[in-house]
């Protein structure tokens, strides 16, 4: 993947999409000679047909017949000949085009969703939280398809039409300088209005493919959350909304439909004054004797040739330009820099005590108040820890910051004493073991969820995990049992059996360090319950951090800290915690229903 510079976004799009497929170049070359080679071709049979014309007009004195073919009759098998052959190789070329510009589409259109989507990958967590879903989604779709259809058919398009106007110019010259002229006329100042129409209609190519990114992005977001839509009984409020977005994205559309489609009847007005003054002023001539009754007809046939490809000259630049549009969308995205950057050192997996420091941590969402200021903590290898405080204390940034999602403004975060910047970033991941409370289920089996990330791993290991975490039981009364599919994001199964699927996949992963975030608090006291004693097994000779709201779960946490704007106001063990007669007191009184 190629990632440009800064500088890129100044570039015409074109420019960007020919810098961007370097690896596409010698098919890009083969692609451009087929096209002009079967447009060279497509344009022999006016000349084929003058050619015809002079034979029945000067006879022996033809130019078949000035080649060495005297007879009449062998004139005309020449050109019987000549047209088979002509035809022959301009219908291969046409073959040999549309598979080469149709696989070059398809593989640049791969390679571009694949490199967005790893690059989309790649970025941090912040990106994601400030843009909408389906507006990237947009971008990997339509915006991606967009080009691909630009470049199966329109790409082409352009190269042939360029190659009629140089042709068929020549020619013109050859055949009568005096008149030649007359249709060139016309051609700077069709190109010149090309031009600046299609500069006109860019940036309203550009609304649109932004007013398509929104109501995608609307659309997205009714659909993961059509539950409280039903509940809510908002179904029309939604629709309308829906409604609005789809009729300004319908207008953006009309508007520049409305542009794009006076292009062919301004271009062809434009063409026939060139047209009509070949006709009158190359007649003359051809009476007058001055050029060949072969060579007039000739003209006015390559003339009517040179008329319709320009006159699609609007439908090909109204594709150009929404490909361009999708193109600049794509490319940004691509050039999007990563702000959390991996480092190089690698972790000795062997050696991995799991010890946490947070040096003077300072952080803030952007154009937000800060969370933490000169923070510290320090997580001891094998402890269990547990933090908790009310919502907004800065739990789940305090796992962010240790899962590197976000990095500090100042200070630093070391793991085995080395700041975790330094790692190589997926190998320092994968020393970690997380468990959130929004539960990411794929959409296939109970085993391959609980395999998430090992794919290779046998079934008597997933049902060994799955035992540790007490899903297997509820696991084998499904119809497929491990076979069972879970549905998208897991719908097929309860809150709680989705998170001790997630807790079995932790543990498959046997990872130093272990992290829980609310695993218990969407779930009932069952289930609870269940989760606590698989806790209380797969915790044991780990580092483990565990965030949580319900306080029955982390009483047996080796500490216990309480978060409060960003800084930790009470620390112990939870009797140490119940002594002190704290915040954390009244928070232990108030879940267990006790009476001050």
Same mark, same amino acid.
């Given at each position: 993947?190629?990632?440009?510079?800064?500088?890129?976004?100044?570039?015409?799009?074109?420019?960007?999409?020919? *810098?961007?497929? =370097?690896?596409?170049?010698?098919?890009?070359?083969?692609?451009?000679?087929?096209?002009?080679?079967?447009k060279i071709l497509d344009l022999a049979p006016p000349v084929l047909i003058g050619a015809a014309i002079d034979v029945v007009d000067r006879r022996e004195k033809s130019i078949i017949a000035s080649l060495g073919f005297p007879n009449i009759r062998d004139q005309f098998i020449v050109l019987g000949i000549l047209t088979l052959l002509i035809w022959g190789l301009e219908s291969l070329f046409q073959y040999l085009y549309s598979i080469v510009w149709r696989n070059l589409a398809q593989s640049i259109e791969h390679r571009m969703r694949m490199d967005a989507y790893r690059h989309m990958q790649n970025l941090e967590l912040e990106f994601f939280e400030d843009r909408k879903t389906g507006g990237l989604m947009s971008i990997l779709n339509d915006d991606v398809n967009q080009?691909?259809?630009?470049?199966?058919?329109?790409?082409?398009?352009?190269?042939?039409?360029?190659?009629?106007?140089?042709?068929? *110019?020549?020619?013109?010259?050859?055949?009568?300088?005096?008149?030649a002229w007359m249709a060139i006329l016309p051609m700077p100042f069709i190109l010149l209005f090309s031009f600046k129409f299609q500069s006109f209609l860019a940036p309203k190519y550009t609304e649109v493919r932004e007013k398509v990114g929104m109501l995608n992005g609307q659309l997205s977001n009714n659909l993961s959350g059509i539950a409280t839509i039903k509940s809510y009984t908002t179904e029309e409020f939604e629709a309308q909304r829906i409604y609005d977005l789809s009729k300004n994205y319908q207008i953006s559309n009309r508007n520049a439909i409305k542009y794009s489609s006076a292009f062919s009847p301004l271009v062809r007005m434009i063409i026939v004054i060139g047209f009509t003054a070949m006709l009158i002023f190359a007649g003359i001539e051809a009476i007058d004797g001055k050029i060949e009754v072969g060579a007039y007809g000739v003209m006015l046939f390559l003339t009517q040739r040179l008329l319709w490809p320009l006159t699609r000259l609007g439908e090909t630049f109204d594709q150009y330009q929404r490909a361009m549009a999708s193109t600049t969308r794509i490319l940004n995205l691509l050039d999007t820099p990563q702000q959390i950057t991996s480092g190089n050192s690698l972790l000795e997996l062997q050696n991995i005590k799991g010890e946490f420091i947070f040096n003077n941590v300072s952080f803030s969402y952007k154009n937000r108040l800060p969370v933490f200021t000169e923070f510290n903590l320090t997580i001891n290898h094998g402890d269990t820890i547990a933090i908790v405080g009310a919502t907004g204390a800065g739990k789940s940034t305090l796992i962010k910051l240790l899962l590197r999602f976000y990095d500090p403004d100042d200070g630093a975060i070391l793991f085995d004493g080395i700041s975790i910047r330094n790692f190589n970033l997926q190998q320092y991941r994968s020393t970690i073991g997380f468990v959130s409370q929004d539960t990411f289920l794929i959409d296939g089996s109970v085993r391959e969820n609980i395999a998430y990330g090992r794919p290779n791993d046998e079934l008597k290991d997933i049902i060994k995990a799955a035992t540790i975490a007490e899903a297997h039981e509820f696991i084998s009364l499904?119809?497929?049992?491990?076979? =069972?599919?879970?549905?998208?994001? *897991?719908?097929?199964?309860?809150?709680?059996?989705?998170?001790?699927?997630?807790?079995?996949?932790?543990?498959?992963?046997?990872?130093?360090?272990?992290?829980f975030d609310e695993a218990t608090s969407d779930v009932d006291n069952e289930t609870e319950a269940a989760i606590q004693r698989s806790l209380d097994r797969i915790i044991v000779g780990r580092t483990t951090i565990i965030i949580a709201h319900r306080l029955s779960t982390i009483r047996n946490a080796d500490q216990i800290y309480l978060l409060n704007n960003g800084q930790i106001i009470e620390q112990g063990t939870h009797d140490e915690l119940l002594q002190q007669k704290g915040q954390y007191n009244k928070l232990w009184r108030v879940q267990t229903g006790e009476r001050n």
């Open positions: 993947m190629k990632i440009m510079s800064e500088s890129s976004y100044n570039k015409h799009p074109l420019k960007r999409l020919y *810098g961007y497929s =370097t690896d596409h170049r010698k098919e890009i070359y083969i692609a451009f000679i087929y096209s002009i080679l079967n080009l691909e259809r630009f470049l199966d058919t329109g790409a082409n398009d352009i190269i042939q039409v360029t190659t009629t106007v140089i042709i068929i *110019g020549y020619l013109f010259f050859v055949l009568s300088p005096t008149t499904l119809p497929d049992g491990y076979d =069972t599919l879970v549905g998208e994001r *897991g719908q097929k199964l309860s809150g709680g059996q989705r998170q001790r699927i997630s807790i079995a996949r932790a543990v498959l992963k046997n990872p130093p360090v272990l992290i």
